[in-house]
């Protein structure tokens, strides 16, 4: 069983959709309670640090996600929920949850040239391997494109733990990964058939089931 985080600061509807369609069952909720069963744990995420910060205190999640990540659990950050999982973010100037080592920092503080491009990365990227990928990349051949929409970048302690990137201006991780933790900074719900197969090979136990 999948469990997916509503903390009021998630793309939820694209993510069930995709785990609909791919016939994998799922628990959604606001109550970390409810998911404490779950296999595996998605953590998407839109919008400002600060704020989903701010959010997943009030729930509670942020001490869940803190322990499930510590007892090698399977987890998917997404897009924000990518971002949050590191140490600190330049959005809102937050502590964040610390699950990895590094920070989250604006473009235009990376950029050697940011007048050359836009403000945010809108739009479909192709992804080149790293590190030897990740597991969850399994079946998507590589410069495959996916779907992108954030002004914010990872920026690991640790650049082993980048699994794959694109080049916007400057090398955007496009995927991380470090034991049980993967996140994307795409949208793999939205990206077509390659994005539903980073969904499938991280809920595959379900589709087994």
């Known amino acids: 069983m999948t469990g997916i985080v509503d903390y009021n600061a998630g793309n939820i509807k694209s993510v069930e959709r995709a785990l609909a369609f791919l016939d994998a069952p799922y628990v959604l909720s606001k109550n970390p309670k409810d998911l404490e069963k779950c296999d595996r744990i998605v953590f998407p995420g839109v919008g400002e640090a600060k704020y989903a910060m701010e959010q997943l205190s009030a729930t509670g999640f942020d001490g869940f996600l803190k322990d499930w990540a510590a007892a090698g659990k ?18 809102g100037d937050v502590d964040c949850l610390g699950i990895l080592k590094g920070e989250i920092r604006h473009f235009s503080s990376v950029w050697k040239k940011p007048d050359l491009l836009k403000i945010p990365e809108m739009g479909w990227n192709d992804l080149s391997y790293m590190n030897g990928g990740s597991p969850l990349l399994a079946g998507v051949p590589e410069h495959s494109d996916f779907y992108f ?16 990137a694109v080049d916007y201006g400057c090398l955007v991780p496009a995927c991380v990964a470090s034991g049980s933790v993967t996140a994307f900074q795409f949208h793999p719900e939205k990206s077509g058939k390659w994005g539903l197969k980073i969904l499938e090979n991280f809920v595959k136990g379900d589709l087994n089931a």
């Open 74 to 91: 399977p987890l998917l950050g997404i897009c924000l929920g990518s971002q949050i999982i590191f140490e600190h973010s330049e959005e």
């Open 149 to 164: 929409v954030h002004s914010y970048l990872i920026q690991p302690t640790d650049p082993s733990i980048i699994k794959a």
